[in-house]
């Protein structure tokens, strides 16, 4: 088992890539609306957003947004570091902590 900070990066990409599939909005589209792979979860434009919904998201490989520990209350609670919810169209997830802290051993093994 591969482990960083107690989170195991392959439980962790199997989250991100085939459940919680984060990289319909936190890669850049390519031209024919495919994820860019080149630029994997380096943040993007939000595709037609609501106006009530964020205009960009942020880059999350490498070194996630906040420290380790909202990183993995975000996605535990779905309460952001600033206190509230993110805004739409981020889910508000509920995820275990060792489902959040291998999330983030695998965002956190994507170093570019």
């Known amino acids: 088992m591969d482990e960083v900070g107690g989170g195991d990066i392959e439980r962790g990409k199997y989250i991100v890539e085939g459940v919680a599939m984060c990289g319909r909005c936190h890669t850049p589209g390519g031209d024919k609306g495919q994820p860019d792979h080149m630029r994997w979860l380096q943040g993007a434009p939000i595709r037609d957003p609501d106006p009530n919904w964020a205009v960009q998201s942020p880059r999350i490989a490498g070194t996630p947004p906040g420290t380790d520990s909202e990183f993995v209350t975000l996605l535990m609670t779905g309460i952001s570091r600033t206190g509230a919810p993110p805004k739409p169209p981020m889910p508000s997830f509920r995820m275990?902590?060792?489902?959040?802290?291998s999330v983030l051993a695998y965002l956190k093994s994507l170093k570019r």
Request: a neutral charge.
């Open 96 to 101: 275990t902590r060792k489902d959040a802290e």
